[in-house]
């Protein structure tokens, strides 16, 4: 088994953050062209914690290395991604805890990832996954494959920080535009009123 382990700070609060996340494969994030669809399985909230629970089905392009294609079989084109999060709003974390449903007889990938708040305007990112090549005794295969996928994180993760930067950036302008267009409504509104008592 490899580890990948990863942490970034986001100059974001963490409400920010935990919502612009559901918009992280969106068109907004060029990095991200690789994810082909997003579907929403379950969600559900817990009334006792207030814990919004969703399990997401992610199918994604992959890129493969010949090498690890002619080993794990052909069809190597697509993947999917079990993905279950919890938000928690009491604590403040988002945790994400995926696995890999494709070639999971073959492979094993257990990727955990949690956002809390540094302070007002800050987020922390954690990333953990676990690797496990699941083919027999072949030592030095398991070994190939388990530094493939721990190099492919470690690229993966520069996109990802650059990707979500982006829809960070436009989620922020874009509640902003928001919020304005509702306070010059709210001016508007306010001044038809006085114009009609005058």
Not at 31 to 54: E, F, W
Not at 118 to 130: G, I, R, V, Y
Not at 136 to 160: P, Y
Request: charged fraction near 25%; glycine fraction near 4%.
């Amino acid at each position: 088994m490899k580890v990948f382990s990863n942490s970034e700070t986001f100059n974001y609060s963490w409400e920010e953050v935990s919502t612009a996340n559901w918009q992280k494969y969106c068109p907004w994030n060029e990095k991200s062209t690789h994810v082909i669809a997003v579907d929403t399985i379950s969600r559900s909230v817990d009334p006792a914690t207030g814990i919004l629970r969703t399990e997401r089905l992610i199918t994604c392009k992959q890129t493969a290395p010949e090498w690890l294609k002619s080993i794990l079989g052909a069809g190597m084109e697509e993947s999917q991604v079990l993905e279950t999060s919890y938000v928690d709003p009491a604590h403040r974390t988002v945790t994400m805890v995926s696995a890999n449903l494709t070639f999971s007889s073959l492979i094993n990938v257990q990727e955990t990832v949690v956002y809390r708040p540094l302070n007002a305007h800050q987020t922390q990112f954690t990333q953990d996954a676990k690797i496990t090549a699941l083919c027999g005794g072949w030592q030095r295969i398991k070994n190939s494959i388990e530094d493939t996928m721990v190099k492919r994180f470690r690229e993966n993760a520069i996109k990802g920080k650059e990707g979500f930067e982006s829809v960070l950036a436009m989620s922020r302008r874009v509640f902003a535009e928001e919020r304005e267009r509702e306070k010059m409504g709210l001016i508007r509104e306010q001044a038809s009123n006085i114009r009609m008592a005058a």
